[in-house]
């Protein structure tokens, strides 16, 4: 679905937070229910389920708030500076590739000019996660964005030290004992990191109505 509107927006996030919690609570459910014999492989599957949705809805969501400002075409000297520097960014890769002095100048000029020229900011490829969202990549997908990622600092240990280093341990054949993890933990985790999903998209939502891309 194309992001046009801020309704559009708003629907693309319930739709991507309503599956996504649907099947974290599925996921909870499966540790819950789970056999004795049968609960160490329920919390490390859980782990690496948890993981890919705090990576999925980070960076679906921020790529639909990415959309949606693209859409708006607002003249780059009204929008937060990250936005210029996305369109900088993709352009000066063009300037890098190329050998021709008429696209050097072309970009050159477009750079001087780009204060009241209408906004053309590139969307795909733009949210990188790199198959690996700790806090750093994470703070700086919030500056992609121009959001404000000081309400997460709490939670950047979380993040690095107890989610990543157990789905990547977990990827890696370890066995739970070897995690510091059992049934109590995977929920307090759970809880936690599902929490962080929610908050990311409120804020995203929140932003767009606000309108939080002006300066």
Request: glycine share 4%; net charge neutral; aromatic share 8%.
């Amino acid at each position: 679905m194309k992001i046009r509107t801020i309704n559009d927006l708003q629907d693309s996030i319930d739709a991507e937070m309503a599956w996504r919690k649907h099947e974290l609570s599925s996921i909870r459910e499966n540790v819950a229910n789970a056999r004795k014999s049968a609960k160490d492989t329920a919390i490390r599957a859980g782990i690496a389920l948890l993981y890919a949705h705090w990576e999925g809805a980070i960076k679906n969501i921020a790529t639909f708030y990415l959309e949606y400002v693209s859409t708006l075409k607002l003249p780059y000297g009204e929008m937060k500076p990250n936005f210029l520097a996305i369109s900088l960014k993709y352009n000066l890769k063009t300037f890098e590739e190329s050998s021709k002095s008429t696209i050097h100048t072309k970009i050159v000029s477009e750079i001087i000019n780009s204060h009241d020229a209408e906004s053309v900011i590139p969307v795909d490829g733009i949210i990188k996660t790199n198959s690996n969202l700790n806090s750093a990549i994470f703070v700086e997908i919030m500056a992609t964005i121009g959001l404000d990622c000081s309400a997460y600092e709490g939670s950047y240990k979380l993040i690095d030290s107890v989610l990543l280093d157990k789905r990547n341990k977990i990827a890696h054949g370890e066995r739970i004992v070897s995690l510091d993890l059992d049934e109590a933990r995977y929920y307090e985790i759970h809880e936690k990191i599902r929490d962080l999903i929610f908050q990311f998209a409120n804020q995203v939502s929140n932003a767009a109505c606000l309108k939080q891309y002006l300066k």
